[in-house]
């Protein structure tokens, strides 16, 4: 049974760093791109950024471009959210979700969620 | 990257069909047959419901089906239940600078 779980999250001022970790198994986690989704209180859903299985290959939207930066350790089966300069719009829930197919970063969709952790930003 | 476009909402009685819609540009939905849906309950992540358009996982039941025309893709229900009440979200690969995009959420109501 494939599992996600999520942790890191929690209240941070404005300019402030905070390290998302989600912590895989029940499939083979260097085979599968990882995305971070977030979902902003009462709004809907908004991806982030993304791996691929290697590590090697990283995306992000353009909102958080430079201020955060995904990783995974693929001997612990982790996967990382480092976010620097927080701000107020930062503010959500966020998912990591698994990949459907095998290594493909975008031509795919996302087939397994955690169950999210929050991060607030405010002073 | 704009959202895609839903309808904010949708309502239907049991048994009835419902259909949700999802425009993009030719750019995302239009161009590509990476379209996927995800069904939300309060509170909960969101579930994986129909994936490369019209493809179903395994245990998401027949009920929910999915179809692409142009730019708008469509994600129907049919015999529309009580535990069918729920934020419906499409998503798409995009050309653009980012990576995926999301509609901006349907919430299907069962009267």
Known sequence: EVQLLESGGGLVQPGGSLRLSCAASGFTFSNYAMSWVRQAPGKGLEWVSDISGSGSSTYYTDSVKGRFTISRDNSKNTLFLQMNSLRAEDTAVYYCAKTGYYDSSGYNHFDHWGQGTLVTVSS | ?111
Request: proline share 5%; aromatic share 10%.
């Open chain 2, 1 to 111: 990257q704009s959202a895609l476009t839903q309808p904010a909402s949708v309502s239907g009685s049991p048994g009835q069909s419902i259909t949700i819609s999802c425009t993009g540009t030719s750019s995302d939905v239009g161009g590509y047959n990476y379209v996927s849906w995800y069904q939300q309950h309060p509170g909960k992540a969101p579930k994986l419901m129909i994936y490369d358009v019209s493809d179903r996982p395994s245990g998401v039941s027949n009920r929910f089906s999915g179809s692409k025309s142009g730019n708008t893709a469509s994600l129907t229900i049919s015999g529309l239940q009580a535990e069918d009440e729920a934020d419906y979200y499409c998503s798409s690969y995009t050309s653009s600078s980012t990576l995926y995009v999301f509609g901006i959420g349907t919430k299907v109501t069962v009267l």
